[in-house]
């Protein structure tokens, strides 16, 4: 068996020797033939029972979820329960059966194939790989109306091909990835997909290594090929020589020895060598997220998503009180550590009405604080639940993608706002509340003293600063090789940010991915950052790096980093970060 390695985007970090079990969509097994006129209401029914029957096969699901699932499992359910009852997907393929005589597979092909080429047409990465869902059901339908085995077998423990089982697919859908948990699943290679994808985010918060953006991965790899996932670096090695599993197998085993010593830091305060403390906080989703924060010693929450609670709810956003339930709940949880909510990222490419409003490009359209601003109030009932959860333990308000003065003071009105309504109602609420802004816009990297003057502290986003700057979507594999954090342009607009927040003597954090990388620690370090915020699996691994760096070492060659900018003198200055 030749062997040769495939490179793909690396979304989650780790080593995973195992076989290769591939998943054949289920659309290869299609049969296409015109069904008869006095037949079609019966081919109609047929349709329709198998969407009643994976209607059923989701809700088992959701009442199956074991207690230490991640919380994004039951949102992309949702999800897809909501994309299977929408007319596009519900009703569209029945009427192709009635005009166009098509059988059920293909009315229901013909429908996806329409809808995915709209999608193909979105600009936005978010929405675009929002196609995958609309598929992933459609696949899940289509396994129903053919009769399809179920996607993986039963681990039989003693048999080596299951019981080191790489799943490789062209795509996986996250409701599927449920049955990976009771079976000897340990890693997993997908043709498509970006960082944002749902295969992605699930992979991290299982803390299985993973390759996505692979590409011919599903047509080059074989069935019970051996397979090498190096998720640190996004790539394959197919039916690796002795030499080189060998070499891996050792790596592999050093990283587990190392998780093991991690844990031993969990109560260990996260301080420098030369006795500096840094805060180290924790990027959560939903509130049963806070558990995973305590548990990896997170000094609190730096970044809470409160998009989760709007996605997957049809037309239906959630209440005043619905939202300041979860608000409260997270805030009980930390157990009086700071909370930091980040007011409604959505727009234009996440629509929450499903209405048919588009953008050219949504990326750079009405989202977040635009959308908020334009939606007073959505906005004010927001503000309402996190003031009134401010009442119970230390919460911060944190804007996105601000760029301009009158968006910051229209929305710090807007706050005033709903403290005046709170106030006439008799509700209590945090009169100190702080306000920050996220610096994820290069144009507000370069006009920080409007910031710093209206602004309580400072949170730098660096997934959308660095795609802003670059100009780049991280999220398609054939221009991911250009999404580089280390560019000089990404790098003294973080130090710009850090230093304007230092002299104006407000905390200033890094909420984006950047934070969780330890490679980059030691730099974020030098360039004066004291306040990280990362998802709570990343956190131990930061932490050791701290506990290991000096500044006084490393901040002289932090300033050499910054006054250069060949990309690779930047790139070997950073490693030589690391052994200091």
């Given at each position: 068996m030749a062997s040769f390695t495939?490179?793909?985007?690396?979304?989650?970090?780790?080593?995973?020797?195992?076989?290769?079990?591939?998943?054949?969509p289920a659309a290869l097994d299609v049969k296409h033939y015109l069904v008869a006129e006095e037949q079609l209401e019966a081919e109609v029914q047929r349709l329709q029972n198998a969407l009643a029957a994976v209607h059923k096969e989701l809700q088992t699901l959701w009442n199956e979820l074991p207690k230490d699932a991640p919380t994004e499992l039951g949102a992309f359910i949702d999800v897809h329960a909501l994309i299977l009852s929408d007319p596009m997907i519900s009703e569209a393929p029945l009427d192709i059966i009635r005009i166009r005589h098509y059988n059920a597979e293909w009315a229901l092909l013909t429908q996806i194939d329409e809808l995915s080429a709209q999608f193909d047409e979105i600009e936005d990465p978010y929405l675009r790989e929002r196609k995958a869902d609309i598929q992933q059901v459609a696949e899940r339908v289509l396994?129903?109306?053919?009769?399809?085995?179920?996607?993986?077998?039963?681990?039989?423990?003693?048999?080596?091909a299951l019981a080191h089982m790489i799943v490789v697919a062209h795509d996986i859908s996250p409701a599927d990835m449920l049955q990976f948990r009771d079976r000897s699943f340990i890693g997993f290679v997908t043709d498509v997909g970006g960082q944002n994808s749902h295969t992605a985010i699930v992979a991290r918060s299982l803390d299985i290594p993973a390759a996505v953006g692979m590409s011919q991965a599903s047509t080059l790899i074989e069935q019970d090929d051996w397979l090498v996932i190096d998720g640190d670096a996004g790539v394959v090695i197919v039916n690796p020589n002795p030499l080189v599993l060998e070499q891996y197998r050792e790596r592999q085993a050093g990283l587990q020895r190392a998780r093991k010593k991690l844990n031993k830091l969990k109560k260990t305060p996260a301080v420098t060598r030369c006795g500096v403390p840094i805060t180290l906080l924790a990027n959560i989703e939903l509130p049963e997220d806070c558990g995973f924060a305590l548990e990896a010693g997170a000094n609190g929450v730096g970044l809470f998503r409160s998009e989760f609670l709007f996605m997957g709810r049809g037309?239906?956003?959630?209440?005043?009180?619905?939202?300041?339930?979860?608000?409260?709940?997270?805030?009980?949880?930390?157990?009086?550590?700071?909370?930091?909510?980040r007011t409604l990222d959505i727009g234009a490419d996440k629509p929450l009405d499903q209405s048919d409003h588009t953008a050219l490009n949504p990326a750079l359209g009405l989202r977040a604080i635009r959308y908020c601003l334009a939606e007073p109030q959505l906005f004010l009932t927001q503000l309402r639940a996190i003031l009134r959860a401010s009442a119970f333990g230390k919460v911060r308000i944190l804007l996105p993608?601000?760029?301009?003065?009158?968006?910051?003071?229209?929305?710090?009105?807007?706050?005033?706002?709903?403290?005046?309504?709170?106030?006439?109602?008799?509700?209590?609420?945090?009169?100190?509340?702080?306000?920050?802004?996220?610096?994820?816009?290069?144009a507000a990297a370069l006009a920080l003293p409007m910031f710093v003057k209206r602004m309580d502290f400072l949170s730098i986003g660096t997934n959308d600063l660095i795609q802003y700057t670059l100009a780049i979507d991280r999220v398609d594999y054939e221009v991911a090789h250009l999404y580089n954090p280390l560019h000089p342009a990404v790098l003294q607009l973080i130090a710009m940010?850090?230093?304007?927040?230092?002299?104006?003597?407000?905390?200033?954090?890094?909420?984006?991915?950047?934070?969780?990388?330890?490679?980059?620690?030691?730099?974020?370090?030098?360039?004066?950052?004291?306040?990280?915020?990362?998802h709570p699996a990343q956190l131990l691994a930061v932490k050791q790096e701290i506990l290991n760096s000096d500044l006084a070492v490393i901040m002289p060659q932090t300033r050499k980093i910054l006054r250069s900018v060949e990309p690779n003198a930047i790139a070997e200055a950073v490693a030589q970060l690391q052994v200091m």
């Amino acid at each position: 068996m030749a062997s040769f390695t495939l490179h793909g985007i690396p979304v989650s970090r780790g080593i995973a020797i195992g076989r290769a079990h591939l998943l054949a969509p289920a659309a290869l097994d299609v049969k296409h033939y015109l069904v008869a006129e006095e037949q079609l209401e019966a081919e109609v029914q047929r349709l329709q029972n198998a969407l009643a029957a994976v209607h059923k096969e989701l809700q088992t699901l959701w009442n199956e979820l074991p207690k230490d699932a991640p919380t994004e499992l039951g949102a992309f359910i949702d999800v897809h329960a909501l994309i299977l009852s929408d007319p596009m997907i519900s009703e569209a393929p029945l009427d192709i059966i009635r005009i166009r005589h098509y059988n059920a597979e293909w009315a229901l092909l013909t429908q996806i194939d329409e809808l995915s080429a709209q999608f193909d047409e979105i600009e936005d990465p978010y929405l675009r790989e929002r196609k995958a869902d609309i598929q992933q059901v459609a696949e899940r339908v289509l396994k129903v109306l053919i009769g399809s085995e179920p996607l993986l077998p039963k681990a039989q423990g003693i048999d080596e091909a299951l019981a080191h089982m790489i799943v490789v697919a062209h795509d996986i859908s996250p409701a599927d990835m449920l049955q990976f948990r009771d079976r000897s699943f340990i890693g997993f290679v997908t043709d498509v997909g970006g960082q944002n994808s749902h295969t992605a985010i699930v992979a991290r918060s299982l803390d299985i290594p993973a390759a996505v953006g692979m590409s011919q991965a599903s047509t080059l790899i074989e069935q019970d090929d051996w397979l090498v996932i190096d998720g640190d670096a996004g790539v394959v090695i197919v039916n690796p020589n002795p030499l080189v599993l060998e070499q891996y197998r050792e790596r592999q085993a050093g990283l587990q020895r190392a998780r093991k010593k991690l844990n031993k830091l969990k109560k260990t305060p996260a301080v420098t060598r030369c006795g500096v403390p840094i805060t180290l906080l924790a990027n959560i989703e939903l509130p049963e997220d806070c558990g995973f924060a305590l548990e990896a010693g997170a000094n609190g929450v730096g970044l809470f998503r409160s998009e989760f609670l709007f996605m997957g709810r049809g037309h239906r956003i959630p209440s005043e009180d619905e939202q300041f339930e979860a608000y409260r709940k997270t805030v009980a949880s930390m157990k009086g550590r700071p909370v930091t909510i980040r007011t409604l990222d959505i727009g234009a490419d996440k629509p929450l009405d499903q209405s048919d409003h588009t953008a050219l490009n949504p990326a750079l359209g009405l989202r977040a604080i635009r959308y908020c601003l334009a939606e007073p109030q959505l906005f004010l009932t927001q503000l309402r639940a996190i003031l009134r959860a401010s009442a119970f333990g230390k919460v911060r308000i944190l804007l996105p993608m601000l760029a301009h003065a009158f968006e910051i003071d229209q929305s710090l009105a807007m706050i005033g706002q709903a403290k005046c309504e709170l106030r006439a109602a008799g509700i209590g609420f945090d009169e100190k509340i702080e306000v920050g802004a996220m610096i994820e816009i290069p144009a507000a990297a370069l006009a920080l003293p409007m910031f710093v003057k209206r602004m309580d502290f400072l949170s730098i986003g660096t997934n959308d600063l660095i795609q802003y700057t670059l100009a780049i979507d991280r999220v398609d594999y054939e221009v991911a090789h250009l999404y580089n954090p280390l560019h000089p342009a990404v790098l003294q607009l973080i130090a710009m940010t850090i230093s304007a927040g230092h002299k104006a003597g407000i905390d200033v954090a890094v909420c984006g991915e950047m934070a969780g990388d330890i490679k980059l620690t030691r730099l974020l370090l030098g360039m004066g950052l004291r306040e990280f915020s990362m998802h709570p699996a990343q956190l131990l691994a930061v932490k050791q790096e701290i506990l290991n760096s000096d500044l006084a070492v490393i901040m002289p060659q932090t300033r050499k980093i910054l006054r250069s900018v060949e990309p690779n003198a930047i790139a070997e200055a950073v490693a030589q970060l690391q052994v200091m």
